[in-house]
């Protein structure tokens, strides 16, 4: 997949209520999604996040996918491309205040600290009850920027292992 349509989008989340898909001024429609580990974009109005990724599946494994895809050997990718799933994802977000112990907060995916006002919670309920647990949300500290993040991402290993535990509890 090399770009990712707003008709793509919407048939994506079509069973998310109220979905808003990026507003045209993020730039969707000329986005360079090679370079892109993920898609994410902040409703603001909502106080929703939406994420899209393409979730490789395979057991016990991590992927080092992007949404583009760019590997020497264009068989393996293919077939690395057949294992991938397109996941759309929408969080709740919890704004950190600006004042708090720490000036400065920590994203999850890129490893980089930030402002704290730049920095957002994340939180879906998972898809499955986990076991043993009561329960079923998981959390992310993540840029309020995710085109930034993007840049700044090395892997997305902790990406894989977040979304993966939001599939399969
Ligand atoms: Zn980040």
């Known amino acids: 997949m090399k770009i990712i349509t707003r008709e793509q989008l919407t048939q994506l989340f079509k069973k998310t209520k109220r979905f808003k898909p990026p507003r045209p001024e993020s730039g969707l429609e000329n986005m360079d999604f090679e370079s892109l580990k ?22 016990g494994g991590v992927s080092t ?11 393996e990718e293919k077939e690395a491309e057949k294992r991938k799933e397109l996941v759309g994802l929408k969080f709740d977000v ?18 980089k600290h930030r402002k704290r006002e730049d ?23 993540v840029c309020a920027d995710p085109v930034q993040c993007n840049k700044d991402m090395k892997n997305t290993a902790d990406l894989d292992r977040f979304i993966t535990a939001i599939l399969e509890g």
């Open 38 to 59: 993920f898609l994410g974009w902040w409703d603001q109005t909502a106080n929703a996040y939406y994420l899209v990724y393409k979730l490789e599946r395979k057991a």
């Open 65 to 75: 996918g992007t949404l583009g895809g760019r590997t020497e050997n264009e068989a």
């Open 94 to 111: 919890l704004r950190l205040s600006s004042r708090g112990v720490f000036a400065r907060a920590f994203c999850e995916l890129c490893h």
């Open 119 to 141: 920095i957002l919670l994340i939180s879906t309920e998972t898809k499955k009850k986990p076991k043993g647990v009561d329960y079923r949300t998981k959390g992310i500290y």
